[in-house]
């Protein structure tokens, strides 16, 4: 199993940052302020902006592609609509929200950014790494267009193919170390020395929570068991919108012992937070603070916290900056010392442990521990 290494105590750092407006704050333990590269600022690792048209007369037209869910999800792509809602409101002209579709092929992502541009949006954001290739393909036609992607930085990667594209701005997360946060929840929760972790789509990705999570509960408690399993594999990406395989898994999970279980999974963790309750157990949210989603009232009792990425903060970021005149360009990285990534602590059910999971959060922002990102 995965641990986390160590490396010698640097010292706290405040959790700031030298970025442009965060977004409004949830209740969750993440300072919400926007985002700076893990090894420099965010200012130093992007172009200020070759999209100075995509805020003319300083307002923003913007865009949102969805991935698979859209809003409604009460998870990631709720988390970008809370980011787009706070830019509509503050006076930014929405064009449209559109969709991915399970099992659609790139061409038809290619299709709904193009449709996005052709009905009139100078700023578009596409959620989720599965828009990489159709967003390079439009941003690089559209070279007046402001494009942010969520989860992927090859677009601004400087040794891909062509160069980084200079209309795009790459907004990823450090998903482990939020993932660690909870994983020691979990640690400090089991009764039975058992949990579990269920992704949505066994890619890359979402291995990065996978491993933050594992590491977190051995952190915490060498002794425990975890067991890990996806809901898919790709290239089928239905396991991020699949409740009824969620609670199929999670159910096999809390039958073989565990009481806890992590679910990092999209629109199919209410599958497991409906086994949770059925068994009489913990499940963990992800993305959003879940605890507080209104479709998943029913079972908020069972919610002992969520892992809160906040792509919210970096879609607004986003939007604003192309409202002032200026897209952000390049790569952003949201980690725990930006705020990008937290826990949430609605409900109190971790008010008895959350001394301990701040000395860890303090331990992971100064470098005291370093989280792994792959598994193995």
């Known amino acids: ?159 891909r193919e062509g160069g980084a594209l200079a209309n795009v701005d790459c907004m990823t997360f450090a998903e482990e170390q939020g993932s660690f946060l909870v994983g020691v929840a979990a640690a400090l929760t089991t009764k039975t020395g058992k949990v579990g972790f269920i992704g949505g789509v066994d890619v890359p990705l979402i291995q990065k929570f996978q491993a933050g999570f594992d590491a977190g509960v051995k952190a915490a408690k060498s002794d425990a068991t975890i067991s890990d399993k996806y809901i898919t594999e790709p290239p089928d990406f239905g396991g991020f919108n699949d409740p009824a395989s969620g609670e199929k898994i999670a159910k096999g999970m809390y039958d073989a012992g565990a009481d806890v279980i992590y679910a990092a999974a999209g629109g199919s963790g209410a599958g497991v937070f409906k086994a949770a309750k059925a068994a009489g157990a913990w499940g963990i949210g992800v993305d959003s603070d879940q605890y507080n989603a209104p479709s998943l009232s029913d079972v908020k009792d069972v919610i002992l916290t969520s892992m809160v990425k906040n792509v919210d903060v970096a879609v607004y970021d986003f939007f604003q900056s192309a409202n002032a005149g200026t897209p952000l360009s390049g790569s952003h990285v949201y980690d725990l010392k930006a705020g990008g990534v937290g826990y949430a602590t609605s409900g109190g059910f971790i008010d008895s442990i959350k001394s301990q999971l701040e000395d860890y959060k303090q331990k992971i922002i100064s470098g005291e521990i370093v989280v792994p990102t792959t598994i193995g």
């Open 1 to 159: 199993m995965v641990l986390a290494s160590c490396a010698s105590n640097s010292g706290s750092s405040d959790s700031s940052s030298s970025a442009a407006t965060s977004s409004e704050s949830q209740t969750s333990e993440s300072s919400q302020a926007p985002a700076e590269s893990s090894s420099a600022p965010a200012s130093e690792s992007s172009s200020e902006s070759s999209s100075e048209s995509a805020a003319a007369g300083g307002t923003a037209k913007i865009g949102l592609a969805y991935d698979l869910g859209g809003r409604g999800d009460q998870s990631f792509n709720d988390s970008a609509a809370r980011g787009l809602d706070k830019a509509t409101g503050e006076g930014m002209t929405l064009v449209g929200e559109l969709t991915a579709e399970n099992g659609e092929p790139d061409s038809a992502k290619v299709d709904r950014l193009n449709q996005l541009v052709k009905d009139g949006a100078n700023t578009i954001v596409a959620v989720g790494f599965a828009y990489a290739g159709p967003l390079g393909e439009v941003a690089a036609k559209n070279p007046d267009v402001a494009f942010g992607i969520v989860d992927d930085a090859s677009l601004c990667d400087p040794t």
